[in-house]
């Protein structure tokens, strides 16, 4: 059984997103050859409000490393967990390493300033590590555009950063090829020396069986009152709201045009605030009132609990999935939406994973956009309304098969390929003395 230390800055309790990522392929690896060991910081250190029940989820003997940090309490100098904790999570690393403890260090970001551990744990030594990419370190978004603006100092700081990163790095993985094509056209001779894989989170099962052996009352809204309501659940990526005024658009147009269809339908967005625990960050609610639909729109925007948010779904008339106009984004929340078996109502980029999913398993209605080209409002209002009309879920037209194939297991039993793959291809280059590109163009 090799050994991977998989860093993860958040880890629940947190109830940030990118906790399910290391969290779901520790529930696997071990069923491919690899024994997973989380180094992540400890609780007391974390801002978000903490899900106690993310705990519950954990397997009792996954080993679990909880590192000091640099405290945001009086003052807070710095928020980003990454550089607060970057010192004990070296120092952990380095014992584990120095002891023989670890075979191959992974680390997920963000925190993109934790990508940096796998270098400064190689000048001590020659290690194999990878960095996975929940989202992508040098990219390009609004905020970024603004010179001088903190997004914009942050996207510059992270093409220095970058490259010395990987620069030594045995595996670059992400959620699909599009999170980390960009630092393989960076840095060119990267692929010289590092294996690439790309795999999901996945959906886990293991979740729901959770969820449906205790089901807990929808506090957010009756799904017995007689209306269709529909569940986002997630956070609203920056090029996700042309998408939404999409969707607004047509709920305008049915507003006008069928006043009946639009008095049943309601939208529910929980979790699409500012940040995860403000409950005035509203971003939903003013863009509905620009469109004059404000009234079949509610928002939540702070994070609820993990397994809360799971009920919700499980309980809605139907989900809804808004993807963005970059065709690399694909959000991780398909693979719940279709694990709670309820209709799916998507909007997402055609060259998305996402869109790929729900076509491929016939999971969900998949209306495809892209940069420059969205479906017509009338168009889409007469998509929504007929899937209305058509609401008797059948789980036997679902291919599971083909669904499988994006499953928390199979992500995790491609990692443990990659990991393979590059664990082997480290040894070569250290047996044959080839030292790596000493600097990556």
């Not at 991780?332 to 491929?360: G, M």
Request: hydrophobic residues 40%; positive net charge; proline residues 7%.
């Amino acid at each position: 059984m090799r050994r991977v230390a998989l860093v993860a800055p958040h880890f629940p309790p947190s109830n940030l997103a990118g906790v399910h990522r290391a969290r779901l392929w520790a529930q696997h690896l071990h069923e491919f050859g690899w024994q997973p060991v989380i180094v992540t910081t400890h609780w007391k250190y974390y801002e978000e409000n903490l899900d106690w029940e993310l705990c519950e989820l954990l397997d009792p003997e996954l080993k679990i490393i909880r590192t000091r940090a640099i405290s945001t309490k009086p003052v807070r100098v710095v928020g980003d967990i990454g550089i607060r904790a970057f010192m004990w999570h070296l120092a952990t690393l380095r014992r584990l390493f120095q002891q023989g403890q670890i075979d191959f260090l992974h680390i997920t970001i963000p925190s993109f300033y934790s990508a940096l551990l796998g270098q400064a744990l190689y000048r001590n030594g020659p290690i194999a590590f990878g960095i996975d990419y929940i989202d992508p370190w040098v990219h390009v978004w609004p905020e970024a555009e603004i010179p001088f603006s903190k997004a914009w100092l942050s996207m510059r700081l992270g093409r220095i950063l970058e490259p010395h990163a990987v620069r030594n790095a045995s595996l670059i993985t992400g959620i699909s090829e599009g999170y980390y094509a960009g630092v393989l056209e960076r840095n060119r001779r990267l692929d010289q020396s590092a294996v690439a894989a790309a795999m999901p989170y996945g959906n886990s099962a293991r979740d729901f069986e959770s969820v449906r052996r205790n089901l807990r009352k929808s506090y957010l809204f009756d799904p017995k009152d007689g209306k269709f309501h529909f569940v986002y659940a997630g956070a609203m990526l920056p090029r996700a709201y042309l998408v939404l005024d999409c969707l607004f658009t047509a709920l305008a147009f049915m507003k006008t045009e069928h006043p009946d269809f639009f008095s049943k339908i309601r939208f529910h967005f929980i979790g699409t605030g500012k940040s995860p625990d403000d409950p005035e960050g509203y971003n939903i609610l003013p863009q509905s009132r620009r469109f004059d639909v404000a009234e079949v729109v509610t928002e939540h925007p702070q994070r609820i609990p993990y397994l809360d948010a799971l009920s919700h779904l499980v309980q809605a008339t139907a989900i809804l999935i808004l993807g963005s106009t970059e065709p690399h984004y694909s959000p991780s929340k398909i693979y719940q939406s279709v694990e709670a078996r309820r209709p799916i109502f998507a909007l997402l980029h055609e060259s998305s994973t996402a869109f790929t999913v729900l076509r491929e398993s016939n999971a969900g209605v998949a209306i495809p956009v892209n940069e420059t080209v969205f479906p017509e409002p009338t168009v889409l209002a007469q998509n929504l309304m007929s899937f209305m009309g058509n609401t008797q879920y059948n789980e036997q037209t679902v291919n599971w098969s083909k669904f499988s194939a994006y499953s928390a297991r199979e992500s995790a039993r491609k990692l443990s390929e990659a990991l393979d793959s590059a664990l082997e291809n480290f040894g070569h280059r250290i047996k044959s003395g080839k030292k790596p590109p000493s600097s990556i163009a």
